[in-house]
């Protein structure tokens, strides 16, 4: 099971930008679909930004236009640019990974981003 670590999360203001990264501890990066979810306190994990192995993109209305999801498969990674924060953007963001042979899929332990002035 690939394992994944977040980076990147952090305190800004309103209009801020963030970048998160994801890195992915496996050899086989490109075999995998990954995704961006977040979870605020007291709501359920909704997606926010997905990418497939043939870097298709797509993203939750929320954050379009303003979040640009993106990957190296030289570096197994998988980033998250974020523009335009706002305070609804609050939440922990979890890295997702999904196998697309098996559909076996990972998460990340999250990292935390607040959007406040």
């Known amino acids: 099971q690939v394992q994944l670590v977040e980076s990147g999360g952090g305190l800004v203001q309103p209009g801020g930008s963030l970048k998160l990264s994801c890195a992915a501890s496996?050899?086989?990066?490109?075999?995998?679909?990954m995704a961006w979810y977040r979870q605020a306190s007291g709501n359920q994990r909704d997606m926010v930004a997905t990418?497939?192995?043939?870097?298709?993109?797509n993203y939750a209305d929320a954050v379009k236009g303003r979040f640009t999801i993106s990957r190296d498969n030289t570096k197994s990674t998988v980033s998250l640019q974020m523009n335009g924060l706002e305070p609804e953007d609050t939440a922990v963001y979890y890295c997702?990974?999904?196998?697309?042979?098996?559909?076996?899929?990972?998460w990340g332990q999250g990292t935390q981003v607040t959007v406040s002035s």
């Open positions: 997702h990974a999904r196998y697309v042979f098996s559909s076996a899929a990972s």
């Open positions: 496996t050899t086989i990066f490109s075999m995998y679909d």
């Open positions: 990418i497939t192995r043939g870097g298709r993109t």
